[in-house]
């Protein structure tokens, strides 16, 4: 490494999440890496001529925010101008969406489809003042009668269509849903235009994918994006042919030569890991051995910047669907199930763990998503037979979301190395939803992130973009606080955890997911200087204001990549 810095930032606060969670007043950059972390005279030492020399008075500096699971691409294709933002506070109505869908109809020629997605009927005003009253294709209809219409909900397990789109999809009274799917019909037996988890695809399927040309803008749209967010790494959840119906088709084969293609090219300016998807929501072992076959990057890709890592695979749907397996029934009745194939609860499971053999034979890391404390008892008794069968030291497998998952389980995983990704902005925004769901108790208990981390599970926390904004400040604010987005009120106070519990989920633990920490996720000497900037005292603010807080800067590679206003000077 060069003796004289590139950069350096001095007079702040320097956060390095290292194991002692050390705190420096400065840090020295040269070539792409850290150099020093001090004192300011130990660093400014460090200055030549050519130097930058950037007087952080007071600010913050942490290692680049690591997202470690967000949809980079589908992300950028569900908003404008690819489609409809319908997300609180866009939209606080079912009358809202209905006019969103209106204008659009108006401007679209007729025939052609009408897209959006992050509607919540925990924000709807209708469904707030009714308990009963939910989205229905007569809404839509009324206001697009001559559009195929498709609203996919925040969580991307449930989308809302127009009779339109039903007609195309061939889904009339008495249509059988696909394997882990749900048809929902009303008291006459007509669908409502209500489909959840797999099915969806029977019209999610017929909506024109983007191109790769159009996938990479809206790539490098996203890292712009991320970058004023202050990331400079994520992880690509499930990119492969079972994503080709999964939010527009943002998750399939084409999105992932898109990546290549921009990382050949020197454009991808983020570092970005993926799992692959190689089998459905309702899919078998023998889609993920068939999907896998030439599924990879090419070796000739700076795995710096891009890396298959691992391989997603779905166990069960989201508890505010009511599609998560559950041990204990939901208020309203049912325990939810596995979405993968098979004729019963056994069947499933079995296939469940099989698919799970099948990739972690193959010498992949899996994230698997699962909620429901039944299902996750499945995954993680799943990952350990499947490492008994075929030994891997170090796999790092790991839950996805993992809402309800069990002490039990979280011993298991913990005491097998595997982990835990957890969506602490999701748990702010369905609190108060939850609670009419599951109850007040285990609505507390949902995303136990304290309980994991005390069973010695290295938690991730991440967005899972679209569904939630990439704002990793909301989420450590949420794993601070526990408050509810809609009321304010705290839902699981002993699931709390401090601040520096919350930074190292979205650093130097999303950086062992990615089997990288010995390189990134902490600001120590030697590794690579990806920094973000805060634009005041992180360890001074009130939990409540940390989402206020500026990001100023953005390193990555030692190099400038985002500055806010007049910060850099």
Known sequence: MPTTADLILTGGDVLTIDDAFSVARAVAVGGGRILAVGSDAEISALAGPDTRVIDLAGRTVLPGINDSHLHGAAWALTRPPFALSLGHPDVRSIADIAGAVRRAAATTPAGQWITGLGWDVGYLAECRADGSRRPGRGDLDSVAPDHPVCLTDFS????????????????????????????????????????????????QGLVPPATVAQRKAAIRAAVAALHAE??????????????????????????????????????????????????????????????????????????????????????????????????????????????????DAGLKEAELA??????????????????????????????????????????????????????????????????????????????????????????????????????????????????TAPDWRRGVAAMML?????????????????????LRAYTVNAARQDFAESWKGTVEPGKVADLCVLGGDLRATDPHDIPGLDIDLTVLDGRIVFARDNASE
């Open 156 to 203: 991307g397990h449930m989308a809302w269509v127009n009779s339109r789109a039903l007609e195309r999809a061939g889904i009339t009274r008495g249509s059988e849903p696909p394997a882990g799917g749900v048809i929902e019909t009303d008291a006459a037996g007509e669908p409502t235009g209500i489909l959840k988890e797999a099915a969806q695809a029977l019209v």
């Open 230 to 343: 202050g990331i400079t790494s994520y992880t690509e959840p499930g990119l492969g042919p079972g994503g080709a119906e999964i939010l527009g088709g943002g998750l399939d084969t084409g999105t992932l030569q898109a990546y290549v293609e921009l990382a050949r090219a020197g454009q991808l300016a983020s570092r970005v890991r993926v799992l692959l998807l190689p089998a459905p929501m309702g899919g078998s072992a023998s889609d993920v051995a068939d999907g896998l076959r030439g599924l990879a990057v090419p070796d000739d890709v700076d795995p710096a910047r891009l890396a298959v890592i691992g391989v997603k695979v779905f166990a069960d749907g989201v508890p505010p669907n009511e599609t998560a397996w559950m041990r204990e029934p939901y208020t309203g009745g049912g325990h939810g199930g596995l979405c993968v194939h098979g004729a």
């Open 354 to 467: 099989e698919m799970i053999r099948v990739a972690h034979a193959a010498g992949y890391q899996l994230g698997v998503h699962v909620t429901g404390d039944r299902a996750i008892d499945a995954v993680a008794d799943a990952f350990v037979a499947a490492d008994r069968a075929h030994p891997r030291p170090d796999a790092r497998h790991y839950v996805i979301h993992g809402d309800f998952a069990s002490p039990e389980s979280l011993e298991k995983l913990a005491a097998h190395g595997y982990g835990v990704n957890m969506n602490p902005a999701i748990k702010w925004t369905i609190a108060d939803l939850m609670d009419d769901v599951v109850g007040g108790e285990r609505s507390d208990y949902q995303w136990p992130v304290r309980s994991a981390t005390e069973a010695g599970i290295a938690v991730c926390a991440s967005s899972d973009a679209p569904i």
């Open 482 to 502: 526990r408050e509810s987005k809609a009321t304010g009120r705290v839902s699981g106070p002993g699931q709390r955890v401090p601040l520096e519990t919350a």
